[in-house]
């Protein structure tokens, strides 16, 4: 089955030894000049066939640098920590109801086994294991929350974190302390034997799909969920008045509560919900070393998540400022797209559409997005904006597959390639299908 929503990256190799019992093929070159504006380069030939057995982030770290010392993509923005809870059944929509929900949750720290890293850094775990270059730049809290993530990415080879905000605690980013696991709180036990960070109760053999609503977004589920980790078995928190989780300053790492059934229907509950939006309070536009990291880069990631953590002016100030420097805009609008359909929102949804040279939905998100119920409309729509950067459109179908739509400029002009079919309506467009990726499930969250 396809993973239908960025959400869904990669669940991490730790949390199942399924991963490792059949080798990746070898990926295709695939040329980027018609993508990255000013890169006449082949991305990378990856082969990870020898990494079967192994611990396959020590394959895919070990890459060298690109010779031209530029990042290959940065992920900007949405960094969030899911805390996935088991819950006799879900909470009715009801807004009230769930800010009273997200109040009792945020009233003391999850147990640790429930907490996965989420939001963009499954993106940034999965394109670091193609072999990719990868940087974040986002905000952090100095909580435990915020160290337990940096230890993550850290293990997963990803450039620590640029933070986009202060903190009143910068012991999580002192580069001394980026070097060793936050284990002051583990057993000498539980550090010599590290244990996988995932919630037990949250696995699922079904590939039966769900859904759910939680603030008037749905979710459905079909694949395998968040990214977690056996070398970092989360510090224990320290008592609950110390820890402020999910709640406002710029102090607290974003949490998001991933409420799951019995059935695996699952509904998100955070801050992204109820605001008070930009969650990033007071922030008037990026520090300069984050807008270097983006500078250096060739390519951005974001979502639709941006916009509840940063203005728009911000989001496009650093994204122009890329651009300048030849980097291409990689958009998946996600969830947040349902509220993004009037007033200043959509006007900021419409930026990213216009900037971005990539732009990746969901079947359901293209509909909210374009107002076309036809996946191949909705990903034309997107290449025919007036004046659209876009030169890709792809809409993720769940188990039907995916598509992908394409200018034929350059390269692409020859037409599709690889495993899918592909087809021209003389509109100077290629349609390129793919059927879904059967996988053995780990988990239905976040798809």
Not at 173 to 197: D, G, L
Not at 280 to 290: F, H, R, S, T, Y
Not at 315 to 343: H, K, N, S, W, Y
Request: aromatic fraction near 4%; hydrophobic fraction near 35%.
């Amino acid at each position: 089955m396809l993973l239908n929503r960025q959400r869904c990256g990669l669940r991490a190799q730790r949390s199942s030894t399924r991963l490792h019992q059949q080798p990746l093929a070898t990926a295709a070159v695939t040329p980027c000049g018609s993508i990255y504006p000013s890169c006449s380069q082949a991305l990378p030939k990856l082969s990870l066939a020898n990494c079967v057995g192994v611990n396959r982030r020590s394959c895919v770290t070990a890459r060298a640098a690109p010779a031209n010392g530029r990042i290959d993509v940065v992920g900007l923005g949405n960094l969030c920590v899911d805390a996935v809870l088991p819950l006799e059944e879900l909470p009715p929509p009801d807004l009230e109801v769930r800010r009273e929900l997200l109040d009792r949750l945020t009233a003391s720290p999850p147990d640790p086994s429930s907490w996965e890293v989420g939001g963009n850094c499954n993106f940034m775990v999965a394109a670091a294991r193609l072999g990719l270059r990868v940087a974040s730049v986002g905000h952090i809290g100095g909580d435990v929350y915020g160290r337990f993530m940096d230890q993550i990415l850290r293990e997963e080879g990803i450039q620590e974190t640029t933070r986009i905000a202060p903190t009143s605690s910068s012991s999580c980013s002192a580069p001394q302390q980026q070097q060793q696991p936050c284990n002051n709180h583990q057993t000498p036990a539980a550090a010599a034997e590290p244990k996988r960070c995932c919630c037990s109760s949250n696995a699922t053999t079904t590939t039966t799909a769900s859904t759910s609503t939680c603030n008037g977004t749905q979710s459905s589920s079909n694949g395998s969920g968040h990214t977690s980790s056996s070398h970092a078995t989360p510090q224990a928190p320290p008592p609950p008045a110390a820890v402020v989780v999910g709640g406002g300053g710029l102090d607290s790492t974003l949490i998001c509560f991933v409420l799951v059934d019995h059935a695996s229907r699952h509904a998100f509950c955070s801050r992204y919900d109820f605001g008070p939006w930009p969650l990033l309070e007071g922030i008037q536009g990026l520090p300069e070393q984050a807008a270097q990291v983006l500078r250096s880069s060739r390519a951005i990631f974001t979502n639709g998540f941006i916009f509840d953590e940063l203005p728009l002016e911000v989001v496009r100030a650093a994204c122009e400022d890329a651009i300048r420097q030849g980097a291409a805009i990689f958009f998946d609008p996600g969830p947040r797209c349902q509220t993004m359909l009037e007033g200043p929102r959509r006007a900021a949804l419409d930026l990213l559409l216009d900037l971005s040279a990539v732009v990746l939905m969901t079947e359901e998100e293209a509909r909210v997005v374009t107002g076309y119920e036809d996946p191949e409309a909705a990903a034309r729509w997107v290449l025919a904006r007036p004046g659209a950067r876009a030169a890709w459109a792809v809409v993720k179908m769940g188990a039907q597959g995916a598509l992908l739509c394409a200018r034929r400029t350059g390269a692409a002009a020859a037409g599709s390639s690889g495993h899918g079919s592909g087809n021209g309506k003389g509109d100077g467009v290629t349609t390129t299908r793919v059927g879904a990726v059967k996988v053995d499930v780990v988990d239905t969250v976040g798809c």
